[in-house]
């Protein structure tokens, strides 16, 4: 439960990144806007075509009787447009990533350097990173597109497939859009993807907490453009938490506090750091009685006597 509210927490931290910083929102609105206006084509299509493809898909149904052929084909519509849905929110990311790339990657430095005082850099062109990002991309819809088949056919399982075949696949597109705003981060830091996902396999509830809750945001229109540039500021605070960067940074601090770099103790002043300097001893006279006595014998030496013969 601590990973999976700590994953929300980042992504609200994120938000309130971008809104403290309102010059980065701002830039941040552009890449989404243009992301957005293809994505609503593409599913106003979808749904004006989606009778037609179900009944294309299913020929064997045709001499089927009413009711029976309009409720089988109006669910399989409905699945295919959902299934068209599950894409989109997923490849929404990508594409508005891809289109804003150099944006992003500013974005993330700030947040780096807002943070940690240092950013890391990947040092490739922008050309390298842009063929990089869409490859990473295609693999990852891939993956996406498997899920989505299996769960597009667990969906015809009665109840289980109206109840909690959606929430499975909310948590499968969580997972893969955070992967998505991660990798900002990860690829500046020249993480691979495989081991990028071993990274967030290790910590799936934080990446959950973090990616459902934006997925279902992500459903409202609109709502994905404007918190974009917070889940990309969000997903920067999330990696350095799972690469323990701030955890290094706080013993780097910890170090220099403890003494110089060349490992010699450190030698405190009297008073620093609040300490009351120690009151030494007024310096004492010595007593005219310590000194030693006058050497000599204890009896008085015999004397002689003049007058004895």
Known sequence: MRDLAGGFGHLLAGQRWVFRHGRWLGFGLLPGLLALVLYAGALIGLGYGADDLTAWATPFADDW?????????????????CLGLFVAVITFTAVTLLIGQPFYESLSEQVDRSVGGEAPESGLSLARELWISARDSVKVLVRVLLYGVLLF????????GQTVIPA?????????????????????????????????????????????PLVLAFLVPLVAVFLMPGAVAGATLMVRELRGEDEERADGDGDRAEGPADG????????????????????????????????????PAPQQNPYAQ
């Open 65 to 81: 009787s009413a009711p029976w052929l309009g409720l089988f084909r109006g669910f399989l519509t409905a699945l295919v447009f």
């Open 153 to 160: 056919a667990l969906g015809f399982i009665p109840v289980v």
């Open 168 to 212: 499975i696949g909310f948590c499968v597109s969580g997972y893969f859009l955070t992967e998505e705003l991660t990798a900002v981060a990860l690829q500046r830091r020249e993480v691979e993807l495989k081991d990028r996902l071993a990274l967030l396999r290790g910590r799936r509830a934080m990446v959950l907490g973090f990616g459902v």
């Open 264 to 299: 010699t103790a450190r030698q405190e002043r009297p008073g620093q750091h609040g300490h009351p300097a120690p009151q030494q001893p007024a310096p004492q006279q010595p007593s005219p009685y310590s000194g030693p006595y006058a050497a000599g014998p204890r009896h």
